[in-house]
């Protein structure tokens, strides 16, 4: 606990000689990016000692930090959250992180930027917050050597998908699958999970607790799952969680 605290520590102080981040970044590290006109918040967590993540969002990087969401679970390895009621993509971000014995830190603030890394076109899926969200890269022209009536060609490159994880359905640091909704028992709430080989698993049906843990041993092995969250029987998310192994 003294080494992650004093880690923290430093880092927070060299912050100004750090280089931009990318995703996914390790805490105290974040990530917060813009695509598609959304901002994106993601961060990878290596530490048990984490019990708590909010995420606050401020028009000044230094005051005015209010928290838009406190996780329910922050011990999966890699989370994120897709700030859809932003006013603008100029908003500030920072971590409010709570650690073992009531310590706590704030991450540094950062200011969204555009995905500079390649230039994509974002396009995601209605009504959809996360999830598979489809990514095609902008084909770049390529000049191929002058022929007779040849002209100037474009190859297209492979069509990419992202995977955005969802604050609904996600995995504890044990590998059990927490199923988080806040308005069961004001709505109906019904998640269908599948095999990989994409055939129907379990399903879980009047959901009326807003906190619900599944054990793993319900998922026999470890590896990733689809699932499809219903909410008064009409499609709400489509995703995938990852059902992991016991930390030794």
């Known amino acids: 606990m003294k080494r992650l605290i004093q880690f923290f520590s430093a880092c927070c102080i060299l912050a100004v000689v750090v280089q931009p981040v990318k995703a996914q970044d390790t805490l105290p590290s974040f990530s917060a990016v813009i695509r598609s006109g959304k901002v994106i918040i993601s961060w990878a967590n290596p530490y048990d000692s984490v019990v708590q993540i909010s995420i606050q969002r401020s028009m000044d990087s230094v005051r005015g930090f209010r928290t838009i969401i406190t996780l329910p679970d922050p011990t999966p390895p890699v989370n994120g959250y897709l700030d859809s009621k932003a006013p603008d993509t100029l908003q500030f971000y920072r971590l409010y992180i709570q650690l073992q014995r009531g310590r706590f830190f704030q991450t540094k603030s950062l200011r969204p930027r555009a995905d500079t890394a390649r230039t994509v076109k974002v396009e995601l899926a209605a009504k959809q917050k996360s999830g598979f969200q489809f990514i095609k890269d902008e084909p770049p022209p390529t000049v191929t050597a002058p022929k007779a009536k040849d002209s100037v060609k474009t190859i297209p490159k492979p069509q990419k998908y992202v995977w955005v994880p969802s604050v609904h359905v996600y995995t504890n640091k044990e590998g059990n699958v927490v ?54 029987e009409k499609l709400k998310e489509k995703n995938k969680v990852q059902v992991l192994k016991v930390r030794q």
């Open 179 to 232: 199923m988080s909704l806040p308005e069961a028992g004001k709505k109906q709430f019904r998640v269908q999970f599948y095999q990989p080989d994409g055939k129907p698993f379990f399903e879980v049906t009047r959901v009326s607790e807003t906190l619900i843990l599944l054990d793993k041993t319900n998922f026999h092995r470890a590896g990733w799952y689809d699932f499809e969250l219903f909410e008064n």
